[in-house]
């Protein structure tokens, strides 16, 4: 049976990112950037310290998407990302994706995707379309 979602419903997981965390993504992404993995450097940087790169970061959005809202067979058709704060090894982030309208006449989602701190400091801001046949 087809699950009925509506406008404004929403769905947020909680996770932080280890200094492993970011070197196995810089592996696996080809982005060896220093900033994210060498404290030396990043120390001299605007920053201060490691950050955690963004699209590791914006990846949390896929998972509430994929597994939760509007859930499993979701495909993505655009997401918009505005990086508004950078993000510290170890940050407890809240990603947090919300209903902003449904089309009537086929599956398809747009949300609003927004990363925090645990303290509410906006992360990453942005929108995103999803086609979801399941539904």
Known sequence: MPVKYNVGDSFEIKR???????????QLSGDVNPIHLDAELAAQSIFGKPIVHGLLVSSLFS??????????????LH??????????????????V???????????FELKTTCTTEYGEILI??????LNKNL
């Open 63 to 76: 998972a509430v998407i994929a597994n939760y809202l509007p859930g499993p067979g979701s495909i993505y």
């Open 98 to 108: 919300e209903i902003l309208s449904k089309k009537l006449d086929k599956p398809i």
């Open 16 to 26: 932080s990112f280890s200094y492993t965390d970011v070197k196995q993504f810089s």
């Open 79 to 96: 997401q918009s990302l505005n990086f508004k704060a950078p993000v510290f090894h170890d940050t407890i982030l809240i990603a947090k």
């Open 125 to 130: 801001e942005g929108n995103a379309v999803v």
